[in-house]
């Protein structure tokens, strides 16, 4: 029996733009973490564990799951970023997630500005359970 395996993988969609992110399951526990790379910031890379109080859902097949989306909140909208902040559902072990999506225009800052146009999901808050 492995100690950890891969349970499930969240898929989350925002304005046309998709993400993936693997759940994991303590095999002894059953308690649910995500070990994750460059989702804490958009510029930092380092990898991390999560580990979550809440149990897995038992699943064995490694399902792909599309996150719902509960609501989508701007933060910011100007010309040059644009953040939602988005609430998530996961169906599964009915848990949320907030993340942010940033979308950086086209529109430039400065004739200088070469900066092509970046739209990116960042900072994967898996909440804890109350």
């Known amino acids: 029996m492995s100690v950890v395996k891969k349970e499930a993988t969240y ?10 992110v693997v759940a994991y399951v303590d095999g002894l ?33 490694f399902p792909t799951i599309e996150a719902e989306l509960v609501e989508a909140e701007t933060i910011q909208d100007n010309n040059y970023i644009k953040i939602v902040k988005l609430l998530y559902l996961l169906p599964d072990v009915n848990a949320h997630v907030i993340v942010d999506f940033v979308h950086f225009p086209e529109e430039k800052v400065s004739q200088w500005d ?16 109350s």
Request: glycine residues 6%.
């Open 11 to 20: 898929l989350f969609k925002y304005d046309g733009l998709e993400e993936q």
């Open 114 to 129: 070469t900066s092509p146009e970046r739209r990116v999901f960042t900072n994967f808050n898996f909440l804890l359970k």
């Open 29 to 61: 526990t059953n308690t649910r973490f995500i070990n994750d790379t460059s989702r804490n910031s958009l510029t930092d890379a380092r990898t991390y564990v999560s580990s979550l109080n809440y149990k897995g859902s038992g699943a064995t097949d």
